[in-house]
């Protein structure tokens, strides 16, 4: 039988006893905040520190409703859209694509949408901008063709309704504006 070096045994030994003290220590500091042993889940931030500040977000029972409630305005005029509901942040929230609507309205709606939240104005209106700034058009993940309309709360947008695929932007605003009165209802 071959005899293993004194030194050889040494740092075996020596990375085995490290390995065996780093998993216990992991496993105790992974447990050690878990609410299993009285400790809080999450950390309470400071209410009144300066530093932070609250924004609204709409419910995704809003956002579905939202885009539902444009869904049908458009399908009541005979007309085959996609709506897409995107939160504060530019997220989308909702996407519903209605029967029949083009491969191109589900960006196109989703893009309008971002637009509207990021500039809480209408894509109509920011459309008519493009004349002094056509600049904006290279901001990306904009579309400023009309379609788009911002959600707001007490002055603040919380989210954008961008419609894409009826025969005009003009008629894509108008089934957006359905999606977010029906918030107001």
């Known amino acids: 039988m071959k005899r293993i070096p004194r030194r050889t045994r040494l740092l075996t030994g020596g990375a085995l006893v490290a390995a ?20 809080p889940a999450a950390v309470q931030a400071d209410a009144g520190n300066r530093d932070l500040f609250q924004t609204s977000h709409l419910t995704i029972d809003a956002a579905t409703e939202t885009a539902r409630a444009a869904l049908d305005a458009a399908g ?18 909702v996407t519903l694509r209605g029967d029949g ?28 901008r493009l004349q002094n700034a056509p600049n904006l058009n290279d ?10 309309v911002p959600v707001t709360a007490k002055g603040a947008p919380v989210a954008g309704i961008g419609v894409a695929g009826a025969p005009s932007g003009d008629l894509d605003e108008k089934f957006a504006r359905a999606g977010a009165a029906a918030l107001d209802d």
């Open 101 to 128: 609507a083009g491969p191109q309205s589900y960006e196109s709606a989703e893009r309008k949408a971002y637009t509207a939240v990021s500039w809480n104005a209408p894509t109509s209106e920011l459309a008519r």
């Open 76 to 93: 009541q005029e005979g007309q085959r859209v996609t709506v897409a509901v995107v939160d504060r942040d530019g997220n989308t929230l």
């Open 139 to 148: 901001i990306p993940g904009t579309l400023f063709l009309a379609g788009g």
């Open 20 to 39: 065996v003290t780093l998993g216990t220590v992991g496993a105790v500091s992974a447990g050690a905040g878990s609410p299993a042993h009285g400790a």
